[in-house]
């Protein structure tokens, strides 16, 4: 598996240094929980017998879980540095793989949400441009794809990119947007989104913090 | 500033300038143009300029470049939100929020002037109690099963709990633990309606089914102030000082005489509407509401029942004919009128039937019994589509009362020389009210236009006055009863300002008697009230264009009648009752609150004529206030097994996932071709908003469009692919039970 990750990230071009073991180590789980729950969300699916609502659940935990890969990479750069003091301090590198994997799970995850959802109901696509919540999905699928597009050196170079980082910032606007989405839809839960939401501007505000410190460290040297 | 900071910032200017060219606001528009200004950016010349530029030089930039953007966003703002489905977003969350904080409480409002239902929803609760708190009782929820509780409230046994600016803090004790939830709580006031003449037209008299009182008048004002049962909805004379009212929350008649204290009653086993006098006086004709419409013949000398018509559906209105042996009934329900007869020695049986295609808002007959007239909003009796958006075309119907046929006509709206615009109308609105003169001549009291008018005699030859009296100077807003006295003496009644004005023989302005607080006290003590006093009025005032809410939606309630709302299908005027916590509405769910609605008077039906400061606010307030309809069978005995059976067949047909207890809707919008697929695709893609099942059985017919007459037919008929609730689970023991179930909420 080890080797596998490695060769693929290789071939794809990764534009990130060689990570240490343990990084190689999370992403690999990361990979296989996604697999392992999504396998789990489609059997769980089985125990419902009435099949319109079947659907409705499989396509709300296809966005649930695409919305926790997100969130968990949003979590990466502050958890970093919050162990940044402590003796398990990550490499750039690794953090950056970590959050790497993250991210291409969500907007995998997001894009498989969205297929599976907008298959189910006949006439949707005519609905996304109508509906401000299904807007707001898209709006998030469109910026998880195109982090997810640059997330690769080789698509970076070849398209000669080089404010690919700068638009990495787009995974808040993609946050937002799945909050919105999430919080408009029918099948909402006002309670669980808010604090959704209010986990978003917390990270927000604590990225915000990290690049200042970042800047002033930098001026300092 | 770093280069890529730099970049960035010129990325942000350009992207704003370049959204202020979509023809539209919205925020995949800003996404796309973000892109586009990154790729621009990322072209040799685009990097040249982000090189060579200063960072103070790069901020001006950008901010010259996203100059319009900005400009574009402010101007737009309110479209942008609209289309990205966040104008109003808080009321809906507020609302969603309210019913899935468990234990929840639905609906959420406590009115002070009839017996309710709260359904809590508490899952995992064994027993659960309300504690309303100050004087009032605390209430036993009855456990039906899956965490739904019912609570019976009637505020005349229990207590009105405390409450501040309109809201009570109720306690929910589920096991050792206590909740507390706010629920709105309203009292009501005194709102005086139709009037009742005694025979000679020396006493006139008129109920306020708030506040359970019966106020008896004459040439000089009020004379007496009686208390009454619960809920009374009519009134009768049957002797020159004794008086048969009707009751809505009650099953029992009651007869007060003047000055004593005891009224006799008659129990009629159902709760009752309006009521005639037959013309020889030994006869009371009563309309019977709720599970079995009926009309109850009542012998006044034996106060005894005589005989039980059973009817279709209830009927609004009476009025004997030339004597006792025929009767016309008005029903909303097929907007029909009917005449009932009785043969000589024989029974009374239903005889001939008048379409009209609306509902008659009011009827009433003249001395000799052989004319009726009746106001109605429009007259086509072949169930032909009228194409203007919500088509109103108020006027009065002369009705010969033996043929049962139209004589004449009358249409009402006109304009006044105060109206500029061409088209617009501002006199003859709404008619509520009609009562013969001593003359011969016909009172309308007009709820629209806020005035009294004297008509001629018909006969194909009335006309309205140029000039009629205009009760807004005397503070009479939308009047609905009119009665004159063997004296001359006008009486004209305002339940929404709760008062009566007392019109005296060459007198211009009418002497109000107030029967409720008025405006003055009502600012100082209870805003609340009075906001709720200011929308009722709104609801009432006609628009220039000559429709109200009231034209469609008769005293807050249902015409039953099917408008086309723009779109050239006929759909249900629906109640707009118990919406309370209901966001969003309209059958789309279009409207994020009710508030919002106001844009329609305005922009569709020219506006309204006088100006009133916060008027949406107040429409609002008054609407929430009203509570839900009355369920038709809340006098019968419940199966209470069945109920509970019928609930577990709800869940087991996986209905909750939309109709979430309590409120049993989940407040979402779903396409309409996901829960029928059977449907045109035109259709398939429309959106229809999860309606509350609270008092379902009073709300026929169903579905968005109205296809479903019967319950029944919902869960059977019109559920061929089993998309809306898998019904196709249940047998058909639990299919009974279910509808059991659905009319018990």
Not at chain 2, 503 to 517: C, D, I, M, S
């Amino acid at each position: 598996m080890k080797s596998l990750v490695h060769r693929s990230a290789r071939a794809l071009g990764s534009n990130m240094s060689r990570p240490g073991r343990a990084a190689e180590r999370t992403v690999r789980i990361i990979w296989i929980s996604f697999a392992a729950i999504a396998t789990g969300i489609a059997l769980a699916s089985l125990r419902e017998t009435y099949a319109p609502l079947r659907h409705a659940w499989l396509a709300r935990a296809s966005g649930w879980l695409a919305a926790t890969c997100l969130w968990g990479a949003m979590c990466v750069s502050p958890l970093a540095a919050a162990l940044g003091r402590t003796r398990w301090k990550p490499s750039t590198a690794a953090s950056t793989r970590v959050r790497r994997a993250l991210g291409l799970a969500a907007a995998s995850g997001a894009f498989i949400h969205a297929c599976y959802s907008l298959a189910q109901v006949e006439g949707s696509l005519a609905l996304v441009t109508e509906l401000g919540w299904l807007r707001a999905g898209l709006f998030a699928l469109i910026c998880l794809l195109a982090l997810a597009i640059t997330s690769f050196g080789v698509v970076v170079r070849s398209l000669r990119l080089s404010g690919w980082k700068a638009l990495h910032f787009l995974v808040f606007a993609a946050g937002f947007g799945v909050c919105s989405h999430a919080l408009l839809g029918p099948f909402g839960q006002p309670l669980l989104e808010l604090a959704l939401l209010g986990s978003l501007l917390g990270l927000t505000g604590l990225r915000l913090l990290l690049m200042a410190a970042a800047t002033r460290a930098r001026k300092r040297v | 500033m770093g280069l890529s900071l730099r970049r960035q910032w010129l990325v942000l200017g350009l992207a704003a300038g370049l959204w202020s060219c979509a023809p539209e606001p919205s925020l995949l528009a800003l996404l796309g143009a973000y892109f586009a200004a990154l790729l621009l950016l990322e072209l040799p010349p685009g990097r040249r300029v982000a090189d060579a530029l200063s960072p103070a030089a790069v901020l001006l930039l950008s901010a010259a470049l996203a100059a319009p953007g900005i400009a574009y966003g402010l101007r737009a703002g309110d479209e942008l939100l609209s289309r990205e489905g966040l104008f109003g977003a808080s009321a809906r969350l507020a609302d969603r929020a309210r019913l899935q904080w468990l234990p929840a409480i639905a609906p959420g409002l406590l009115t002070g002037d009839r017996p309710q239902t709260l359904f809590v929803y508490a899952p995992g609760a064994p027993k659960l109690e309300l504690s309303l708190g100050g004087r009032a009782r605390n209430l036993a929820g009855e456990a039906l099963g899956e965490g739904v509780f019912r609570v019976e409230y009637d505020p005349r046994k229990d207590g009105m709990p405390p409450s501040a600016g309109g809201e009570a803090k109720v306690q929910v004790r589920v096991g050792q633990h206590t909740h507390e939830r706010t629920l709105r709580a309203v009292t009501p006031l005194a709102h005086p309606r139709w009037f009742c003449v005694a025979p000679d037209r020396r006493l006139a008299a008129c109920v306020s089914e708030e506040t359970d009182e019966l106020f008896w008048f004459d040439g000089s004002g009020l004379v007496r102030r009686t208390r009454t049962g619960d809920g009374p909805v009519d009134c009768a004379f049957i002797a020159a000082d004794e008086i048969a009212v009707s009751f809505n929350h009650q099953t029992r008649l009651e007869l007060h005489r003047a000055g004593d204290p005891a009224p006799r009653s008659l129990e009629l086993g159902a709760p009752q509407g309006r009521m005639a006098r037959s013309p020889s006086g030994h006869l009371l004709s009563v309309s019977l509401h709720g599970a079995h419409p009926a009309l109850a013949f009542v012998q006044l000398a034996s106060l005894s029942q005589l005989q039980r018509l059973p009817l279709s559906g209830a009927a609004d209105w009476l009025e004997f004919g030339p004597d006792d042996d025929s009767l016309v009934l008005a029903t909303r329900r097929d907007a029909t009128l009917t005449r009932v007869t009785r043969p000589p020695g024989g029974s009374y049986a239903l005889d001939r039937t008048l379409e009209l295609g609306r509902p008659a808002v009011t009827l009433a007959r003249d001395a000799s019994g052989q004319t009726l007239w009746a106001a109605t909003t429009d007259l086509h009796p072949r169930q032909t589509p009228q194409l203007g958006n919500h088509f109103v075309d108020d006027q009065l119907l002369e009705i010969d009362s033996a043929q049962l046929s139209v004589r004449s006509q009358l249409r009402t709206a006109r304009r006044s020389e105060r109206q500029t615009r061409a088209g617009d109308v501002d006199l003859g609105l709404s008619p509520s009210g009609l009562h013969q003169a001593r003359d011969l001549g016909w009172l309308v009291a007009f709820a629209g236009s806020d005035e009294l008018a004297r008509i001629g005699t018909g006969g194909g030859g009335a006309r309205l006055p140029p000039q009629s009296l205009d009760l807004e100077p005397s503070g009479l807003y939308a009047p609905h009863g009119v009665a004159e006295l063997a004296d001359g003496t006008l009486l004209v009644s305002s339940p929404v300002a709760g008062a009566v004005g007392v019109l005296a023989p060459g007198e211009t302005r009418p002497q109000v008697v107030q029967l409720a607080r008025d405006d003055a006290w009502l600012l100082s003590h209870d805003r609340a009230a009075l906001a709720r006093r200011v929308g009722e009025r709104g609801f009432y005032e006609a628009t220039r264009s000559g429709i109200a809410c009231q034209s469609c939606h008769i005293h807050a309630d249902s015409d039953d009648a099917a408008y086309n709302l723009g779109d050239r299908r006929l759909l249900p005027t629906l109640t707009v009752r118990g919406l309370l916590g209901t966001a969003p509405y309209l059958r789309d769910g279009s409207y994020p609150r009710l508030r919002d609605l106001h844009e329609v008077a305005d922009d569709r039906y020219r506006g309204y004529r006088r100006r009133q400061a916060a008027r949406e606010l107040t429409l609002e307030a008054f609407v929430e206030a009203l509570p839900r309809p009355e369920r038709p069978g809340r006098f019968e005995a419940l199966d209470r097994a069945a109920v509970q059976r019928g609930l577990r067949a709800f869940v087991q047909a996986r209905c909750p996932s939309c109709h979430t207890p309590p409120a049993f809707t989940n407040l979402s919008q779903v396409p309409m071709g996901q829960l029928f697929p059977e449907l045109p695709a035109e259709l398939g893609s429309e959106l229809v908003d999860t309606p509350s099942l609270l008092s379902v059985s009073a709300t026929a017919p169903y579905l968005s469009d109205g296809r479903a007459a019967t319950l029944r037919d919902v869960i059977e008929r019109h559920n061929g692919r089993n998309q809306h609730g898998d019904v196709k689970s249940l047998h058909q023991a639990a299919r009974r039970d279910l509808l059991t179930f659905l009319e018990s909420l």
